[in-house]
């Protein structure tokens, strides 16, 4: 099985980038699906970005459209979240999925199998 390990957040101000960064160990990024989630306070865990295990195929939640990317290296071993142009209701702990490589990018947090311990994204106005 795979360990995923996030890193990459901080405190900025609106208008800001950051690049969340997602270290895979066990397995390569290539046998699963990948997901980005946040979970702002009070809120409820949401899809943010996909990736096909082939990585032809992303998806994306409508806020974030032309603002977020999600890629992953060349080895296979890291997933990325670059966030462009944030703003303060991107404010939220990010969090990186796994689920078992399928055709369908899954937006349902239910069918990812597993996942990273979070990172603090905190956007100042």
């Known amino acids: 099985q795979v360990q995923l390990v996030e890193s990459g957040g901080g405190l900025v101000q609106a208008g800001d980038s950051l690049r969340l960064s997602c270290a895979a160990s066990g397995r390569s990024l290539s046998d699963y699906n990948m997901g980005w989630f946040r979970q702002a306070p009070g809120k409820e865990r949401e899809f943010v970005a996909g990736m096909l295990f082939t990585g032809a195929s992303t998806s994306y939640e409508d806020s974030v459209k032309g603002r977020f990317t999600i890629s992953r290296d060349a080895t296979k071993t890291t997933l990325y979240l670059q966030m462009n142009s944030l703003k303060p209701e991107d404010t939220a702990v990010y969090y990186c999925?796994?689920?078992?490589?399928?055709?369908?990018?899954?937006?349902?947090?239910?069918?990812?199998?597993?996942w990273g311990q979070g990172t603090q994204v905190t956007v100042s106005s």
């Open positions: 999925a796994a689920h078992r490589a399928s055709l369908v990018i899954q937006r349902a947090e239910g069918q990812y199998a597993y």
